[in-house]
Every structure is written in structure tokens, then in C-alpha cells.
Nanobody, 129 residues
Framework: LQLVESGGGLVHVGGSLRLSCAASIFVLDNYSIAWFRQAPGKEREGVSCIKNMSSGGTMNYVDFVKGRFTISRDLDKEVVYLEMNDLKPEDTGIYYC?????????????????????WGQGTQVTVSS
């Protein structure tokens, strides 16, 4: 079981990026998938998540990305996306895709790192002012 991120890069303030997290159908059906990020010198923080396919795929966002970021899933391509718009310098960091099963009994997926035990290698996002 593995997760592979891609799509990071350098973008100017106000720009957009789409991150991809490649995962198998088994993972998408049985795990919630979340995006976390870690800025230099800061702790890792949750950004968004989507519940597993069997649970209906409800989504959750942290307040500071609501209205700017959108999480989605393409089952045919076995990918979870994070569409990021209106990017700000504070969005800079390494973005990680994670899979977890601990919160599947809840109505919404959670954004606590301890709920996730599959992690990708990360992809760098840099927003320049």
C-alpha cells in the first residue's frame, strides 16, 4: 500500500496548482485520504480530507483553505486531487498525502495526523510574492 504525490511547484501569489495523490482502488475504498502540509519551522497541519468510497466520500476542510482549496477523487484514474486556488505565501510547504482508517466510524473524516498511517513522500509547493 503506497501513496504517491505529484503536482507541486513554484507559483506566484494568486496562482493555482493541482496536487495529485495516486492510490489503489483498495485504498480509496477502505481509507480516508487527507492532505497535510508542513511549512519550514512549523508543525505539520491538516488541510483537507475525503472519506473512503464506501462511506460516501464526504469532505472536510480546515478553515484557512475553505473557498480556495477543493479535494476530489477520480476512481477511474485512482487519484485524489487537491485543487488549490488563490495561493498565498503562507501556503508554502511540503504537502503530504495520507491514508487512514481510524476515523471511518465518524460522519466526517478528521484532520489529525494520528488518524493516518499511510504517508506519501511529499511534494513541495512554493508560493512567491
Amino acid at each position: 500500500l503506497q501513496l504517491v504525490e505529484s503536482g507541486g511547484g513554484l507559483v506566484h501569489v494568486g496562482g493555482s496548482l493541482r496536487l495529485s495523490c495516486a492510490a489503489s482502488i483498495f485504498v480509496l475504498d477502505n481509507y480516508s485520504i487527507a492532505w497535510f502540509r508542513q511549512a519550514p519551522g512549523k508543525e505539520r497541519e491538516g488541510v483537507s480530507c475525503i472519506k473512503n468510497m464506501s462511506s460516501g466520500g464526504t469532505m472536510n476542510y480546515v478553515d484557512f483553505v475553505k473557498g480556495r482549496f477543493t479535494i476530489s477523487r477520480d476512481l477511474d484514474k485512482e487519484v485524489v486531487y487537491l485543487e488549490m486556488n488563490d495561493l498565498k505565501p503562507e501556503d508554502t510547504g511540503i504537502y503530504y498525502c495520507a491514508g487512514g482508517r481510524r476515523g471511518l466510524h465518524l460522519d466526517r473524516c478528521q484532520l489529525s495526523g494520528s488518524d493516518y498511517d499511510l504517508w506519501g513522500q511529499g511534494t513541495q509547493v512554493t508560493v512567491s510574492s
